[in-house]
């Protein structure tokens, strides 16, 4: 807590240096239990609502720190960046949001949005909506014959439910594969089971499969991996075949059913997977390509659908061998519980008899104990606060018992908009009112590695809050806009073990905050989501350019020709248009060209001061000095923005192309709005165009300020 507040209060300084016009009256800190009460209150209503649970989920545990570390803190070789021990895939109970719930209307609310379409399309593929079909594989257990004909609750037989993007394809499924992690595995190995020949060998590979990672487990160029599952097989509900099963990495538990119809005749990784173990490659779409084929066609060695459309055959197989049109996605719900303790306290108790009850409101903020050992022991540290189980038992009874996680802090920021607006209010995390006159957001700016994360998450908690029907709108942002970030002088991203961090309070010190702001803004467009390295030289380059402006004044004269005035003209369009885009660096361009133009032609003082007000939103502190200087006593960033004349904006002369019977040979250039004679005598006259108009003239077709053509 020191750490953090002593650091608020340092970038608080280090912004306010930079001349930047916060709203500093609105800033909250989701630090502050004023703050984190409303998190943990709404957090009670989605647990009320069902939307917060407790569940399990895969986290990466460090038996060297006894501790669970974050994904961004395991290296690439599977080990923990901190203690170096190789990190363990555990299986922990975790609190839940169902952001899952809010999948299809996370995809298709984006199309209204106006954002930048990779943005959106970085959304809709880590939601990863597949439509497709739920089919039914029956089992056939070779060592205990009887099991067969065993049948369920509702009369069915024992069977493994699978999910395909293409039950168009059915007809070429050879065999089945499970995920490590499905549950029919788990209980086909555990001890009470005797349904395999090699349960000891699908043990070995079930353990190490469950230690890779997702993206190490998917890599397409990645060997295959599998253990057959002797002793069962499956039965392909077209062909009534018996087809073996396997338990393979490459399928996730996650996607789907967690099992898949293999299809390798129509599917790259199982082409790979039936290659390398030797099993039954059937062709179901016609083509002359070789295999695998994932296209779409008509179909073949498939009974009574051949020769119809994949489309269409798609609807028939699905009916007609009783599967079920579904759609699976690839976003899970979000694990927000940490065992850690700096993050807000999950508001939630336990009754003696172990059932969880939110934390009334009267009694939030729930905030956080000091007694606390932080030594890792492999539980939460809460778990170790006298204070906090004191507290609860004062409060709820004997033998009541507190929550020791704490939330994950993207919680902290799914929310913080709506705080911002409405930032003193002690009876609503955001009045309506507020709400109704600040949101959505209209431009929201961010780094592009939130495009999956914060993004997402805040969009979730804004249509959860819509539901309960405590915000006003279902969308959070209007507009988005992805900035890059500033490198290292190396190109590098800034890192301390690298030694290319910039520290922008020594540069303000060395070359003042209006040249550090500038180059900021000189670096390239801002929303192009592009990075940029930190050159010593383009930072001294946008400091001599202020130390020119601070000079500019002495060029200010009573009368100078139209020549500046109609640049001043062209700059105010210029900067304005470019400041509305973004792009601020041609807009500082454009300044740099006339302040160029204006010590050597002169200006005069009121075309001066206009200078300054295009100069003021990029050197602010430099510009009000000036202002002042010249004379003025309210504050130039209180003017009006000046305004270009769209007289003064076209130019004397335009260009014209020059055709002869249709076909361009030249360009002249002619006063604009010359007359049709004018601009034929001007290209008469012209030596490279002019020899190629010899010759009888039957027409003259002139487009004004355009093209002249000539018919010989």
């Given at each position: 807590?020191?750490?953090?507040?002593?650091?608020?209060?340092?970038?608080?300084?280090?912004?306010?240096?930079?001349?930047?016009?916060?709203?500093?009256?609105?800033?909250?800190?989701?630090?502050?239990?004023?703050?984190?009460?409303?998190?943990?209150?709404?957090?009670?209503?989605?647990?009320?609502?069902?939307?917060?649970?407790?569940?399990?989920?895969?986290?990466?545990?460090?038996?060297?720190?006894?501790?669970?570390?974050?994904?961004?803190?395991?290296?690439?070789?599977?080990?923990?960046?901190?203690?170096?021990?190789?990190?363990?895939?555990r299986e922990m109970p975790q609190w839940?949001?169902?952001?899952?719930?809010?999948?299809?209307?996370?995809?298709?609310?984006?199309?209204?949005?106006?954002?930048?379409?990779?943005?959106?399309?970085?959304?809709?593929?880590?939601?990863?909506?597949?439509?497709?079909?739920?089919?039914?594989?029956?089992?056939?257990?070779?060592?205990?014959?009887?099991?067969?004909?065993?049948?369920?609750?509702?009369?069915?037989?024992?069977?493994?439910?699978?999910?395909?993007?293409?039950?168009?394809?059915?007809?070429?499924?050879?065999?089945?594969?499970?995920?490590?992690?499905?549950?029919?595995?788990?209980?086909?190995?555990?001890?009470?089971?005797?349904?395999?020949?090699?349960?000891?060998?699908?043990?070995?590979?079930?353990?190490?499969?469950?230690?890779?990672?997702?993206?190490?487990?998917?890599?397409?160029?990645?060997?295959?991996?599998?253990?057959?599952?002797?002793?069962?097989?499956?039965?392909?509900?077209?062909?009534?075949?018996?087809?073996?099963?396997?338990?393979?990495?490459?399928?996730?538990?996650?996607?789907?059913?967690?099992?898949?119809?293999?299809?390798?005749?129509?599917?790259?990784?199982?082409?790979?997977?039936?290659?390398?173990?030797?099993?039954?490659?059937?062709?179901?779409?016609?083509?002359?390509?070789?295999?695998?084929?994932?296209?779409?066609?008509?179909?073949?060695?498939?009974?009574?659908?051949?020769?119809?459309?994949?489309?269409?055959?798609?609807?028939?197989?699905?009916?007609?061998?009783?599967?079920?049109?579904?759609?699976?996605?690839?976003?899970?719900?979000?694990?927000?519980?940490?065992?850690?303790?700096?993050?807000?306290?999950?508001?939630?108790?336990?009754?003696?008899?172990?059932?969880?009850?939110?934390?009334?409101?009267?009694?939030?903020?729930?905030?956080?104990?000091?007694?606390?050992?932080?030594?890792?022991?492999?539980?939460?540290?809460?778990?170790?606060?006298?204070?906090?189980?004191?507290?609860?038992?004062?409060?709820?009874?004997?033998?009541w018992t507190p929550d020791v996680e704490?939330?994950?802090?993207?919680?902290?920021?799914?929310?913080?908009?709506?705080?911002?607006?409405?930032?003193?209010?002690?009876?609503?995390?955001?009045?309506?009112?507020?709400?109704?006159?600040?949101?959505?957001?209209?431009?929201?700016?961010?780094?592009?590695?939130?495009?999956?994360?914060?993004?997402?998450?805040?969009?979730?908690?804004?249509?959860?809050?819509?539901?309960?029907?405590?915000?006003?709108?279902?969308?959070?942002?209007?507009?988005?806009?992805?900035?890059?970030?500033?490198?290292?002088?190396?190109?590098?991203?800034?890192?301390?073990?690298?030694?290319?961090?910039?520290?922008?309070?020594?540069?303000?010190?060395?070359?003042?905050?209006?040249?550090?702001?500038?180059?900021?803004?000189?670096?390239?467009?801002?929303?192009?989501?592009?990075?940029?390295?930190?050159?010593?030289?383009?930072?001294?380059?946008?400091?001599?350019?202020?130390?020119?402006?601070?000079?500019?004044?002495?060029?200010?004269?009573?009368?100078?020709?139209?020549?500046?005035?109609?640049?001043?003209?062209?700059?105010?369009?210029?900067?304005?248009?470019?400041?509305?885009?973004?792009?601020?660096?041609?807009?500082?361009?454009?300044?740099?060209?006339?302040?160029?133009?204006?010590?050597?032609?002169?200006?005069?003082?009121?075309?001066?001061?206009?200078?300054?007000?295009?100069?003021?939103?990029?050197?602010?502190?430099?510009?009000?000095?000036?202002?002042?200087?010249?004379?003025?006593?309210?504050?130039?960033?209180?003017?009006?923005?000046?305004?270009?004349?769209?007289?003064?904006?076209?130019?004397?002369?335009?260009?014209?192309?020059?055709?002869?019977?249709?076909?361009?040979?030249?360009?002249?250039?002619?006063?604009?709005?010359?007359?049709?004679?004018?601009?034929?005598?001007?290209?008469?006259?012209?030596?490279?165009?002019?020899?190629?108009?010899?010759?009888?003239?039957?027409?003259?077709?002139?487009?004004?300020?355009?093209?002249?053509n000539v018919v010989l």
């Amino acid at each position: 807590k020191e750490w953090t507040d002593a650091n608020v209060t340092y970038m608080t300084k280090q912004l306010r240096s930079m001349g930047n016009a916060f709203s500093w009256d609105h800033a909250a800190r989701s630090t502050d239990p004023e703050y984190f009460s409303w998190t943990q209150w709404m957090f009670t209503r989605f647990f009320e609502e069902g939307i917060a649970y407790r569940g399990t989920g895969i986290v990466n545990w460090c038996p060297g720190c006894n501790t669970v570390i974050a994904n961004e803190q395991v290296t690439s070789e599977g080990c923990c960046e901190r203690s170096g021990d190789q990190v363990e895939k555990r299986e922990m109970p975790q609190w839940m949001l169902r952001i899952t719930k809010y999948a299809d209307r996370l995809i298709d609310d984006l199309d209204a949005l106006p954002w930048p379409e990779h943005v959106k399309e970085a959304q809709r593929q880590w939601i990863g909506r597949s439509v497709g079909a739920k089919l039914s594989f029956e089992l056939r257990f070779e060592r205990h014959p009887e099991d067969n004909e065993r049948r369920g609750p509702h009369g069915e037989k024992a069977a493994i439910p699978v999910f395909t993007t293409r039950p168009d394809t059915l007809f070429g499924a050879t065999y089945l594969v499970l995920a490590p992690e499905h549950p029919w595995v788990t209980l086909a190995t555990d001890d009470a089971h005797d349904v395999l020949d090699n349960k000891d060998e699908v043990r070995t590979y079930v353990d190490e499969a469950r230690q890779r990672d997702e993206k190490e487990r998917t890599d397409a160029t990645k060997e295959k991996t599998g253990v057959e599952l002797k002793g069962v097989k499956a039965v392909n509900p077209a062909t009534g075949e018996e087809i073996p099963m396997y338990v393979a990495d490459y399928v996730l538990a996650g996607y789907g059913t967690g099992a898949i119809m293999a299809v390798p005749a129509h599917d790259e990784r199982d082409y790979a997977f039936a290659t390398k173990f030797g099993l039954l490659i059937r062709q179901v779409i016609d083509t002359d390509g070789e295999l695998p084929v994932t296209t779409a066609g008509k179909l073949i060695n498939s009974g009574e659908f051949d020769g119809i459309a994949s489309e269409e055959a798609k609807r028939a197989i699905v009916e007609r061998f009783g599967g079920e049109p579904t759609s699976t996605y690839r976003l899970r719900d979000w694990s927000i519980g940490r065992q850690r303790y700096w993050g807000v306290p999950v508001p939630i108790v336990y009754d003696p008899e172990g059932n969880p009850h939110s934390i009334p409101k009267e009694h939030l903020p729930w905030t956080l104990p000091t007694d606390v050992d932080f030594k890792p022991t492999g539980e939460p540290p809460l778990a170790k606060s006298v204070e906090l189980q004191e507290r609860t038992e004062r409060i709820f009874g004997p033998g009541w018992t507190p929550d020791v996680e704490t939330m994950d802090t993207f919680v902290d920021s799914s929310w913080y908009f709506l705080r911002y607006v409405d930032p003193h209010d002690s009876d609503s995390f955001s009045s309506k009112e507020a709400q109704r006159a600040w949101m959505p957001v209209d431009l929201y700016f961010g780094g592009a590695e939130h495009t999956t994360m914060h993004l997402l998450y805040s969009r979730f908690w804004q249509k959860a809050l819509y539901d309960l029907g405590l915000v006003t709108d279902q969308e959070p942002y209007t507009r988005r806009v992805n900035r890059g970030l500033v490198l290292g002088p190396d190109g590098a991203k800034m890192s301390k073990s690298k030694g290319n961090v910039i520290d922008p309070d020594r540069e303000v010190e060395r070359l003042g905050a209006d040249a550090v702001k500038m180059y900021l803004a000189f670096m390239g467009p801002y929303g192009d989501g592009a990075n940029y390295p930190w050159d010593m030289g383009g930072i001294a380059g946008l400091r001599r350019f202020l130390e020119r402006a601070n000079g500019l004044r002495a060029h200010v004269r009573t009368t100078v020709g139209d020549d500046i005035a109609v640049l001043l003209n062209r700059t105010i369009a210029k900067v304005t248009g470019d400041i509305d885009a973004y792009k601020f660096n041609t807009a500082i361009s454009a300044l740099m060209i006339f302040q160029n133009a204006a010590e050597k032609d002169g200006l005069t003082d009121d075309e001066y001061c206009t200078f300054l007000r295009l100069l003021a939103p990029f050197a602010p502190h430099l510009s009000e000095e000036l202002w002042h200087e010249a004379g003025k006593t309210a504050s130039v960033h209180e003017e009006a923005w000046p305004t270009a004349d769209p007289a003064l904006l076209e130019e004397s002369t335009v260009t014209v192309a020059v055709q002869v019977n249709g076909k361009t040979r030249g360009t002249i250039e002619v006063p604009r709005d010359a007359d049709e004679s004018a601009v034929l005598n001007a290209a008469l006259a012209d030596p490279l165009v002019g020899p190629k108009l010899a010759g009888e003239r039957k027409r003259v077709i002139y487009v004004a300020n355009k093209v002249l053509n000539v018919v010989l």
